[in-house]
């Protein structure tokens, strides 16, 4: 086993998706961070491929992994730890998810904005769901941030696997009194889950997260974080003479 050298590489693992729209906006998120901090490789974890233990395995040297998920839910919690054990690689280091993150309520409410939100006009925050109690509790934090920015009642709700479901959410708020209800969707790309918000019976659905530059920056700072503690554990590796640890992981 040895200490791996050089400047870490960005591997940037993402869910994976049949929409040719949705794998384009995670190649041009790639693209864009790139630009920032390097080598830049995307992987996936369902769906398509590559997977990140096929992209581990062809890196020589050291590796920071960014998983681009909104919240910590399985493939966050047992994907990637098994991918990367799969791949034999001993110097990775993985950040946080990427959500929940006040960057996301911003572009949300711009987002909001575009779809012809106005102040004081009701919100459904429409998040994919989870069977993961975790990853719920994530989405209710982000969903805080949304309301904290917007000042307005913000119900939460799932596409798929939770509960309440968007069109419920969004008759609750009618039956509450809102005349006007948006839909913000806590997604990154269009895809399947998307194409559903269309027709939970609001007044505007706001497009997905998608390419902005707080969300590069998000990344950016993800990255340059974990590369900085691997640097830090090899720079004690080499004082103390040991070798290389095992992957690590936050």
């Known amino acids: ?42 992987a996936f974890v369902d769906v398509l491929g590559p997977s990140p233990s096929e992209i581990l395995r062809v890196l020589d040297g050291p590796a920071v992994v960014v998983p681009a998920f909104l919240a910590s839910g399985y493939h966050v919690h047992t994907d990637v730890p098994r991918e990367i054990a799969e791949s034999g690689h001993t110097c990775v280091h993985v950040t946080r998810a990427l959500g929940p ?28 769901g989870s069977s993961d109690p975790r990853a719920l509790l994530e989405h209710r934090r982000a969903a ?24 419920n959410a969004v008759a609750d708020l009618r039956r509450a009194g809102h005349s ?6 806590y997604l990154l790309a269009r895809g399947l889950f998307h194409s559903r918000l269309a027709d939970a019976g609001s007044d505007g659905v706001a497009d ?11 990344v950016v700072e993800r990255f340059r974080a ?11 590796l080499t004082v103390s003479g040991e070798v ?7």
């Open 226 to 236: 974990g590369a900085a503690m691997l640097t830090a554990s090899a720079d004690r």
């Open 1 to 42: 086993m040895k200490i791996h050298s050089g400047d870490p590489a960005l591997v940037l693992v993402a869910h994976g998706t049949r929409n040719p729209r949705g794998v384009e906006m995670i190649a041009e998120l790639a693209e864009a961070v790139g630009r920032e901090v390097g080598t830049t490789r995307v």
């Open 208 to 218: 997905p997260l998608g390419l902005h530059r707080g969300i590069v920056d998000l």
């Open 144 to 167: 805080a941030m949304l309301a904290d920015l917007a000042q307005v009642p913000v119900r939460i709700a799932y596409v798929a696997t939770a509960q309440p479901s968007v069109p």
């Open 244 to 250: 290389a640890p095992p992957a690590h992981r936050n």
């Open 101 to 128: 993150d006040p960057v996301f309520a911003k572009v949300m409410l711009e987002r909001l904005s575009a779809a012809g939100w106005k102040s004081g006009d009701a919100i459904v925050f429409a998040a994919a």
């Open 180 to 185: 006007r209800v948006f839909v913000a969707s």
